[in-house]
């Protein structure tokens, strides 16, 4: 098992200043940046690229910068987050017509590879790729906004991708986002996830070391 990661998504932070918010949750002991990118196609929403990305590189972030990408098509923007300082990028197969390709079109460009699979998706998407990637993300909420309620079957379904990952030997980290808030990461952490992404229930507390800390401590047990 892999050391426990907390990675605030930024999706609800003040984008009016997103460099101070970043720098705050860091010091706060926030371990990686997760940075939720939305086109209104694949997802309805529509957030930030790698022109924000850049900045935050620019403004001195120094953290890994996980990208989640919910984009339709994921290659054509691989290259320009990779240039603008990604650290690993996640992408869902439903948005690429060759995961495999994608994949390795992702670390070509010296970032780490994750597949994100949705509520719905099945854990066999993984069977033929699992092995290529650093990392799985499973979603506990369908994908587009934040402030969503956790939804339960998350939970099995980690615990399946956790015996998958360990069968396989490699140092794969599993990562589940949507829903995470303090009073659910004991059992969340229980069922197998080691990456935890929180945007809510950071961004949305008075004091971001208080429930990063909470979090980390109800990890631990
Ligand atoms: C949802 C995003 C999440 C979201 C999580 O599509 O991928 O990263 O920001 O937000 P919370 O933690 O509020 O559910
Ligand atoms: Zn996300």
């Known amino acids: 098992m892999q050391s426990t990661v907390i990675a605030p998504s930024i999706l609800s932070a003040n984008f009016a200043r997103l460099g101070e918010e970043v720098d705050t949750v ?42 989640h990408l919910m984009v339709e098509p994921v290659d054509r923007i691989v290259p320009d987050f990779a240039k603008a300082g990604a650290t690993l990028i996640s ?6 017509a060759h995961v495999h390709r994608t994949i390795q079109l992702i ?20 069977e033929w790729v699992l092995e290529e990637l650093d990392m799985v993300l499973l979603m506990s909420v369908n994908p587009g906004f ?26 794969i980290r ?13 059992e969340i952490a229980a069922a197998g996830a080691d990456t935890f992404v929180a945007g809510s229930a950071i961004f949305n507390a008075p004091d971001y ?12 047990k």
């Open 26 to 67: 860091i010091k706060a002991g926030a371990d990686w940046v997760h940075f939720d990118v939305m086109d209104n196609h694949y997802v309805p929403n529509l957030t930030i690229g790698p022109m924000v990305c850049e900045a935050l590189r620019k403004h001195g972030v120094t953290a890994p910068i996980d990208v």
């Open 91 to 96: 992408f869902h197969p439903e948005a690429s």
């Open 107 to 126: 670390k070509s460009h010296g970032c780490q590879a994750g597949l994100v699979l949705n509520p719905a998706t099945p854990v066999d998407v993984l």
């Open 146 to 171: 934040g402030g969503q309620s956790f939804i339960p079957s998350a939970l099995e379904k980690l615990r399946r991708v956790r015996q998958m990952i360990d069968r396989s030997g490699k140092s």
């Open 174 to 186: 599993l990562e589940i986002d949507g829903g995470v808030k303090a009073d659910n990461i004991g």
């Open 209 to 220: 070391a208080d429930v990063i800390g909470r979090m980390k401590d109800a990890v631990a």
